[in-house]
């Protein structure tokens, strides 16, 4: 059963710095492209951040290009979201995603929120 993980969020300064974690099992960990998203309340999930496969090819939104760093871990099966320079606009719920064409894969966790609030 696959199963998508997050930490790490919690309640920072504008200007600081959280990093999310996202671990993940019951799949081909580096099989499958890992996204980060994230949902504010009374907006859509917006695609933040992602990291493909094997080659660790990374894209940005660009609301956070320059901020946030996306990475991964295969051997630890795990993807992470640094992100720094915080600011009161990334207040949202940020949710881990894995996607993989073939065999077919969608898989979401629950999410973790992070607040940047002074």
């Known amino acids: 059963q696959v199963h998508l993980v997050e930490s790490g969020g919690g309640l920072v300064q504008p200007g600081g710095s959280l990093r999310l974690s996202c671990a993940a099992s019951?799949?081909?960990?580096?099989?499958?492209?890992m996204r980060w998203y994230r949902q504010a309340p009374g907006k859509e999930r917006e695609l933040v951040a992602h990291?493909?496969?094997?080659?660790?090819?990374?894209n940005y939104a660009d609301s956070v290009r320059g901020r946030f760093t996306i990475s991964r871990d295969n051997g630890k099966n795990t993807v992470y979201l640094q992100m720094n320079s915080l600011k009161p606009e990334d207040t949202a719920v940020y949710y881990c995603?894995?996607?993989?064409?073939?065999?077919?894969?969608?898989?979401w966790g629950l999410g973790t929120q992070v607040t940047v609030s002074s």
């Open positions: 990291i493909t496969s094997i080659g660790g090819s990374t």
């Open positions: 019951g799949f081909t960990f580096s099989s499958a492209v």
């Open positions: 995603n894995a996607l993989r064409h073939a065999p077919s894969l969608d898989e």
